[in-house]
């Protein structure tokens, strides 16, 4: 499948920028997948207003590979998504594992309906760079891509401005999750879309959950023998976002307007210390995310799109202190929360 056969107004919707959350996993206490509520979330994420989903994604749980729910999940998603609404949404599979496994799960989400897959690296640990292009290729050839710089700390690997000049050069690639919670590393992604004059066709979409608003608001200028090219993030891909996500969707829609003006409202710039705040508590910054996807569920408990902050590794869970933290966050920052919203559409998802 090329990028060229995505229904115009959803491949529109991914050019001009989106909110994608990244779609959790909802699961009883046998470990078994509960439908009601993975429904629920799905439901709930499109009455938000996102613009799509990402599935199978690390929010996800990439062990859902391992207990045969890859495609009953994304299976779900998708049915729930287009059986809910009529507008157009952009629908992202998670691709992981070596070359043949990660083929084989676009060829999977292809299938389903999904157009484009957000691909992991996290299996490729000790290839070069030569060799990791050769896998992206691979799996271009059979899903438009969204790359994904994933942060180290939870799996993700080191890459150079280079390696993103020729990853942007695959001609099937589309957009890229930008999510190294660094600085540094963001910026060599810009410079590498831009060395290969693809930044019109590869949207920016932020990943960095610590840094939200600012990446989403502010112009990035990139130079090169002396000529400036000003470039910004179109959307974003967040586990973030998979929580009090109608809030989020407005945080969104303000950045959005507030690009591309001489004057960016000081409350607006102020907002992205406090959103990044209540990130420290759902991804367990502290403790170096091990209660990153955790954090996320206990909020979504909290508000009954959950029943339990359960996942598939019974080792994964709340780290010591982080509900404290959450706590903490969820009463200095109700504002920024969705709980009425959820409140009030709660029965209507879960029935």
């Keep these: 499948m090329h990028h060229s056969e995505i229904k115009s107004e959803i491949r529109q919707l991914i050019v001009d920028g989106t909110v994608l959350p990244a779609h959790p996993l909802a699961i009883d206490a046998n470990r078994k997948l509960d439908v009601r509520h993975?429904?629920?979330?799905?439901?709930?994420?499109?009455?938000?207003?996102?613009?799509?989903?990402?599935?199978?994604?690390?929010?996800?749980?990439?062990?859902?590979?391992?207990?045969?729910?890859?495609?009953?999940?994304?299976?779900?998603?998708?049915?729930?998504?287009?059986?809910?609404?009529?507008?157009?949404?952009?629908?992202?599979?998670?691709?992981?594992?070596?070359?043949?496994?990660?083929?084989a799960e676009a060829t999977i989400a292809r299938g389903i309906g999904y157009q484009a897959g957000l691909l992991s690296l996290a299996?490729?640990?000790?290839?070069?760079?030569?060799?990791?292009?050769?896998?992206?290729?691979?799996?271009?050839?059979?899903?438009?891509?969204?790359?994904?710089?994933?942060?180290?700390?939870?799996?993700?690997?080191?890459?150079?401005?280079?390696?993103?000049?020729?990853?942007?050069?695959?001609?099937?690639?589309?957009?890229?999750?930008?999510?190294?919670?660094?600085?540094?590393?963001?910026?060599?992604?810009?410079?590498?879309?831009?060395?290969?004059?693809?930044?019109?066709?590869?949207?920016?979409?932020?990943?960095?959950d610590d840094h939200i608003l600012l990446d989403l608001m502010l112009p990035f200028d990139l130079r090169d023998k002396g000529v400036t090219t000003r470039t910004y993030f179109r959307g974003g891909l967040l586990g973030h976002w998979s929580v009090w996500t109608a809030s989020a969707i407005k945080q969104f829609e303000a950045c959005k307007a507030a690009r591309h003006k001489d004057t960016v409202p000081a409350d607006l710039l102020a907002l992205d210390a406090r959103v990044t705040d209540c990130n420290s508590a759902f991804f367990d910054v502290a403790n170096n995310f091990h209660g990153c996807i955790a954090g996320c569920h206990e909020i979504l408990r909290r508000q009954g799109l959950m029943e339990g902050i359960w996942c598939l590794d019974p080792d994964e869970g709340l780290s010591p202190g982080q509900m404290a933290e959450i706590d903490r966050?969820?009463?200095?920052?109700?504002?920024?929360?969705?709980?009425?919203f959820v409140a009030a559409n709660l029965q209507k998802w879960l029935a």
């Design 329 to 340: 966050v969820c009463r200095e920052h109700a504002d920024l929360s969705d709980d009425a």
């Design 123 to 208: 299996a490729m640990k000790s290839a070069s760079e030569d060799e990791i292009i050769a896998h992206c290729a691979a799996v271009a050839r059979e899903i438009p891509l969204v790359g994904f710089y994933l942060q180290p700390a939870v799996g993700g690997v080191i890459l150079s401005a280079d390696f993103w000049r020729r990853f942007a050069a695959i001609d099937n690639v589309i957009a890229i999750k930008i999510a190294p919670f660094n600085r540094y590393r963001t910026l060599d992604v810009l410079r590498g879309v831009a060395a290969a004059n693809a930044l019109d066709r590869v949207a920016l979409y932020t990943g960095n």
């Design 38 to 103: 993975q429904r629920a979330l799905t439901r709930y994420y499109v009455d938000a207003g996102a613009g799509g989903l990402a599935v199978g994604v690390h929010t996800t749980q990439f062990a859902i590979r391992d207990v045969g729910l890859y495609r009953p999940v994304l299976e779900l998603a998708a049915e729930t998504a287009t059986s809910w609404t009529k507008r157009p949404l952009a629908m992202v599979a998670g691709l992981a594992g070596p070359t043949s496994q990660a083929v």
